[in-house]
Structure formats: C-alpha cells, structure tokens
C-alpha cells in the first residue's frame, strides 16, 4: 500500500505487545433469508476542536475507510435503512462472494490444457481480488455495526479533526468502549494505556486534559499497534477461558469417578474436534499432572499471559488472514494519512489532550477485539487466505 504506516514496523513500536478484551466466546451473526431494504435514524455527535470542526455521524459513510465493492455500499446502505436484516445481508453477501470465487476457480481447473487455460486462469485471478476486497469490506461493516451496537462513532479522518494543530476528540466515550471488556482484561487495558499514553488508571479531570504533543507518525503507529494488542488479548481470553473449563471439566471428572470414560470421551459428539481443533498441543495440558496443575489454570490472565513461552505468544498475536492485515492497514492509513501518499512520512507534530490519545488507543483496541470476532464468523462461510 502507498502509505508508510506498515505493520511490521508498528509491531516494533510497542515491543511489550501483547497485552485486554472479554474473555466469553465471540458473538456469532446470524444468517438466512435477507428480503427487505430501508429506514434507520441516525444519531450525530460533535468532537471538539474548533468550531465544530470535526463531526462524528453513526452512519457508515463517515468512516475513514471508503467503500468501494458493490457488496460494502449494498451493507452500508441495509445498516441505515433496514439495520435489522443487517445480519442476513452479510450472511447472503459472503455466500455469493464465496461461489463466485469457487465457480471461477472451477473454470479455471476445467479448461487446463486448452487453448482458453490462460484466459480462465486470469479470469480466476481477477475475481479473486476483487472477492478479496469485497469480503474486506464485509468485515469492516460488521466491525463499525459492532461498535453501533455499543453507540460509538469511529473517529473519521484526523485531516478533518486537526484544527490548528491541535487534536481533540469528545465525547471519549471511555465507559462504552470499556464495557466490552471483562474486569481482568479491564485491567491489562488499563495499565498498557498507562504504559504508551503516560496517562494512569485513577488520573484526575485536569490530567485527563492536560496537552501534549506527538508526531502524527507516532500516534498513527500507537493507534494500529493498539489494534493488534486487542487482536491478541480477545485471542489469549478465549484460550484462557477454554483452558480453564478444561480443566475444570478433568478436575470434575477426576474426583468423581477415576475410572469412567476417558476425558475427551466425556465431550458430545462434534464438541470434540471443535475443542481440540483450536488448540494447537493438547499436551500443554497436563490433565493428569495433579491438583497443582488444576490450581494454576485458575490465575488470571495476567499471570497466564505472562508465562506464555515465544511460540504460543507469536500464535496468539499473529493475525490468522491477509484479509485482517489489509484491513488494518487500510483502517490506519485512511484515519491518519487521508490517503495521501508519503503523508506519514513527514515530522508533523500535533497537540492533544491525554483524554483524546485514550480515546484512541480503546478504540483501537476495541477494533483488534471485533476484527478478532469478525475474522473467525467470515472465515466459516467465505475461506480467508491464510497470513
């Protein structure tokens, strides 16, 4: 992409990532039967900086990201009119973009050895593309429907918020942006704010907006580092959750009856295979290593996190598709380059306040948790490519 804001490097900026986010199963979008089309209000809310300088609107075309695809307008058209079959659209969208790549690809297999290979081959590279940013766009509609569903705005571009240097966002919207959030990873988000912003947990009005000063090129880095810290903690919740009632079930199974069935025997038909499917070593375990064992797997996140060894850690943080590392950088670069190119190559240095740098980074983090969610639903209907 032609923007400097890369990934790679931001994973560098913040090398004590990863570390927050609800630790109960990703929340699934129903599919099925989409029918009608129109009429949803829409709510506006003013962000200060200047006067009336920068405004934040619930509907989807005020996002930094443009969309492009037919499939991203015709969802961002069903969220304003008719938000209630907004799920079945997505449902049916991610179905069609699926057997149209599969009917191309099909025809490129059919006519090997022909004299029409080539021409199906790239006909099949073609719409492969273009179902790749159609399913991006997908996902991003459903993470700006998930943050509607807890009535947060996202910030649109900073080139329309910036108002003589100066960068202020209001409201925060802190206590919805947080309420996603279980109380353990609550706390992990809390002191990773603490880290990058120099902001702490029990911080008074006035340090909330004392002013400070950044590059753009750093804050655009904090913001999509943020993202993948988010990525990471939905990751490592849901494995510590499942870790846990794993345990727990072999614990059960332990004190009641020592020679019963074996422990995976114990699951329902299906529930086995999707259990140990996610986890990579069921090994890691320990089911028969005692009491000891059983007792570790109840220490909170932080202490579960911070014990991870390099390989589990770089399992967790790692972004499962290409689909969520465009999407990332694509998020980032439209909210602070504006889309021009070498933009975020320049030392521009703004002020702002400590509210509106945490006002970011929960943002960011609460995107790495529903890109997370996102991922894993879309990945059941249309295949992602594998990061």
């Excluded at 923007?3 to 990863?18: D, E, I, Y």
């Excluded at 979008?29 to 200060?48: D, E, H, I, M």
């Excluded at 080539?118 to 509609?141: F, G, N, P």
Aim: net charge neutral; charged share 20%.
């Amino acid at each position: 992409m032609d923007c400097s804001l890369s990934l790679h490097k931001t994973a560098r900026t913040l090398p004590f990532l990863p570390f927050a986010v609800k630790s109960k199963a990703p929340n699934s979008f129903p599919p099925n039967n989409f029918t009608a089309r129109k009429s949803l209000g829409q709510s506006l809310v003013v962000a200060r900086a200047g006067p009336s300088h920068c405004e934040f609107s619930s509907s989807p075309l005020n996002t930094p990201i443009e969309l492009n695809s037919a499939a991203g307008k015709f969802l961002s058209s069903v969220l304003q009119n008719q938000r209630q079959f907004f799920n079945v659209a997505v449902s049916d969208e991610l179905k069609q973009l699926a057997d149209d790549r599969d009917a191309a690809v099909t025809r490129m297999f059919l006519s090997t050895g022909s004299d029409e290979a080539s021409l199906h081959r790239r006909i099949a590279q073609l719409k492969e593309h273009e179902c790749q940013t159609a399913v991006e766009d997908v996902m991003y509609m459903l993470i700006f429907y998930k943050f509607s569903e807890i009535r947060v705005p996202l910030v649109p571009k900073l080139s329309r918020c910036i108002y003589n240097g100066r960068l202020e966002i209001w409201p925060s919207k802190v206590w919805e942006l947080e309420s996603i959030h279980s109380l353990e990873v609550l706390e992990m988000i809390r002191e990773h704010i603490s880290t990058v912003v120099g902001l702490r947990a029990n911080s008074s009005v006035t340090d909330n907006w004392a002013t400070t000063q950044i590059q753009r090129v750093h804050l655009g880095h904090l913001y999509a580092a943020s993202i993948l810290y988010g990525y990471f903690l939905k990751s490592a919740s849901l494995r510590h959750h499942l870790e846990c009632s794993l345990a727990l079930a072999h614990q059960n199974l332990h004190v009641s009856n020592r020679n019963s069935l074996q422990f995976p025997e114990m699951w329902p038909y299906g529930m086995k295979n999707l259990v140990f499917g996610r986890v990579n070593n069921i090994e890691s375990f320990s089911l028969g290593q005692g009491s000891t064992k059983l007792e570790s797997k109840r220490e909170n996140l932080k202490c579960y996190v911070m014990g991870f060894d390099p390989e589990t850690l770089q399992r967790c943080a790692k972004l499962k598709s290409k689909e969520a590392v465009n999407l990332i950088e694509k998020h980032s670069c439209s909210l602070f380059g504006d889309g021009k190119k070498g933009l975020l190559e320049t030392d521009e240095v703004i002020s702002t306040s400590f509210s509106s740098m945490k006002r970011l980074v929960l943002e960011a983090i609460a995107f790495g948790s529903f890109l997370w969610d996102t991922e894993e639903y879309v990945n059941s209907v249309y295949k992602l490519q594998e990061n």
